[in-house]
């Protein structure tokens, strides 16, 4: 029998709901419930992120960490401690069960072998060479479990001059290595030096994105093997530079470099390729403006009453608009008429342009900016379950970005949110080692674990 069709917004949304609904993702099967993952990530959220992508679909995630703790856990805002951990880590030990080696000492890393024999994925984050040196590089671990995914997020690469440097992967690195720095931040007036305008510098993005992107990208990566190795049978070794991860998303940078030799520089709140896209003021604070298309910008203009005195409907292309000082003359007028109201009006204009202006449905979009807490309390991220508390057997109850995006047969969940390090030492090592709880106690007091 064919499914009911659903004739309008309010059925689709009831039908979607129960569906995709994370209040009932518990009641669902996992996706990954039947892969194993080895963390090795070392001072690094980009494996951190990684494997917590994997384990909220499912995979049984083993955290591995030197025996004082990875030192991740303690980045935190301004030294700010919660029941033992930084902040930034009870965001990326979601679900996975933490373990602790000294992989300085043969003894682990024989046990690591051991567990990688029944891995599925392994992830690491140490500089180029450590694994290899240590004897359990991707040649060493394959012959061993051929059907192993070896997963190396680094600085520079596996490979490349840079790769000999062995520096570690800092996020920052990432950033300025990619040329995002670069041209992220003010833009420094025509004959102007950065003595009389110290604001107008490189700017980092926001935290961890480098990171975020090459754990993202390596997530990816990860699951294309596992699919591939249905096929083949065989594992992989996947490499990803932090740079070269973060720099993917720098959209048409190197096709302009390429094709006209122009670098693309600081533009500030402006953007170089697209009018209107900018933050403009307003009564009280700011909100985001978007015209992507010649209409939407038209409609701004009308939107505001300047339709006639702009010219409006004698504008033909978007393209004129976009150059540097036309961006910065017509920004300063757009600017003029947003500081006459207020964020939520100038968001109803647009809203009630949308249903009755000279261009409708067309309108430009309009976004407030809201701060942390007021995107925690928004009622629609609240409906929707993202920041839901999480009832953390150790931590209590917990606030942790979870269910970014809903499925309906294999949805993804967050059990717990962290562990304390070395939290499920006995229960890992006597399920995958055979280990007993006085076996585990000697390795520990010898330093192994």
Known sequence: MAAKKRSDWSEWSDWIRERDDPGSAHTKPEALDDITVLDLSNRSFAGCHCSSALAEHGAHVIRIEPPEGDFIRSCTPYGFMYKGEGLNYLTEGRNKHHVTLDLNKPEAREMLRTLARRADVLIETYAPGTMDAWGLGYEDLKKINPKLIFASITAYGGFGPKSKV?????????????????????????GK??????????????????????????????????HARVTTGQGQALDIATAEAYARIDDFVALWYEHTGRINERFGNLDTAIWLYCFAPTKDGAVFLGGLRLEMWQAFADMVGKWDEWGAADWTSIAPFTAEEEQIKWSALVFEETLKYTSDELLEMSLEYSKHGRLAPITCVVASILAPED????????????FTPIADPIYGDIIAAQAQYKMTETPIR?????QPVGHENEAVYQQYLGLNPAQVKELKTRGII
């Open 166 to 190: 062995r520096i570690s992967d800092w996020d920052n690195i990432g950033q300025a290595m990619s040329g995002f720095h670069y041209d992220t931040g003010e833009r420094l007036p025509a």
């Open 193 to 226: 030096t950065y003595d009389e305008c110290p604001w107008a510098v490189p700017t980092k993005s926001g935290p961890w994105i480098a990171w975020f992107m090459s754990g993202t990208f390596m997530t990816m990566g990860i699951l294309a093997a596992l």
């Open 375 to 386: 995107a925690i309390k928004d009622a629609n991220w609240k409906d929707r379950g993202i």
């Open 414 to 418: 967050t059990k717990w949110v962290c």
